[in-house]
C-alpha cells in the first residue's frame, strides 16, 4: 500500500483550511473508505480532481465571495488595468470562457505595451495608440476591455520616463544633419 502525504502542500497553499486532509482522505487509493465503494477507475482522476481544487484560488470560498471577486476582476478589467496571475488563475477555474476572453485582451494590452516601448517619437507613441483603438472590432464582445486596456497602458507610459526621454518629430528633426 503506497500512502500520500499532501498536509504540507495543502498547509502551504490554503494555511487556514483544515478541511484539506479531510477532502483528500476520501481518495479510493490504498485503503478503500468505509462509506464509499471501492472504485479502480477513478483514482487518478479523484486524486487530479483534489488537487485541481486545492490549486485553486477560489478553494474553501462561498458562492458570495466567488461573486464578489469576480465583480472586482470585471471592475479592474473594465478600468484597463492588468490582472494579477492569482485573478486569472481564479477566471480559468471559475469561468473558463471569461478566462479565453480575458487571457486575450491580456495578450493584446501586453503586446501594445511592446510595441509603446519601441516608438521612436511622442507622436509615433500616440500615432500607434490611435491606430490600435481604431482596429478594434465594432463587433468584439470585449471591445470596451480592450479599449480599456489601451488607454491605461497608454497613460502608464506617458508617466514613464521612457515617454518623458522621447523627442518630438519637431526635436527630431533638428537633431538631423540638414
Known amino acids: 500500500m503506497q500512502t500520500i502525504n499532501l498536509k504540507g502542500l495543502a498547509k502551504l497553499l490554503h494555511p487556514n483550511a483544515a478541511e484539506i486532509p479531510k477532502k483528500l482522505s476520501h481518495s479510493n487509493y490504498g485503503v478503500p473508505q468505509p462509506e464509499e465503494p471501492v472504485s479502480k477507475g477513478n483514482d487518478t482522476f479523484t486524486i487530479t480532481q483534489k488537487l485541481s481544487e486545492l490549486l485553486s484560488p477560489a478553494y474553501g470560498m462561498t458562492e458570495e465571495e466567488k461573486k464578489a471577486w469576480l465583480d472586482e476582476i470585471m471592475a479592474k478589467l473594465k478600468s484597463g488595468k492588468k490582472l494579477s496571475g492569482e485573478e486569472m488563475r481564479f477566471l480559468q477555474a471559475e469561468n473558463p470562457a471569461l478566462y479565453q476572453q480575458v487571457a486575450r485582451v491580456q495578450a493584446l494590452?501586453?503586446?501594445f505595451?511592446?510595441?509603446l516601448n519601441s516608438s521612436s517619437t511622442?507622436?509615433?507613441a500616440q500615432t500607434m495608440f490611435s491606430r490600435s483603438v481604431s482596429l478594434v472590432s465594432?463587433?468584439?464582445p470585449m471591445r470596451e476591455y480592450i479599449i480599456a486596456a489601451y488607454n491605461d497602458v497608454m497613460d502608464e507610459f506617458k508617466e514613464s520616463d521612457a515617454y518623458k526621454a522621447l523627442p518630438s518629430e519637431a526635436e527630431e528633426?533638428?537633431?538631423?544633419?540638414?
Open 109 to 111: 494590452r501586453a503586446s
Open 173 to 178: 528633426k533638428k537633431q538631423r544633419p540638414g
Open 138 to 140: 465594432k463587433d468584439d
Open 122 to 124: 511622442k507622436e509615433e
Open 113 to 115: 505595451e511592446e510595441r
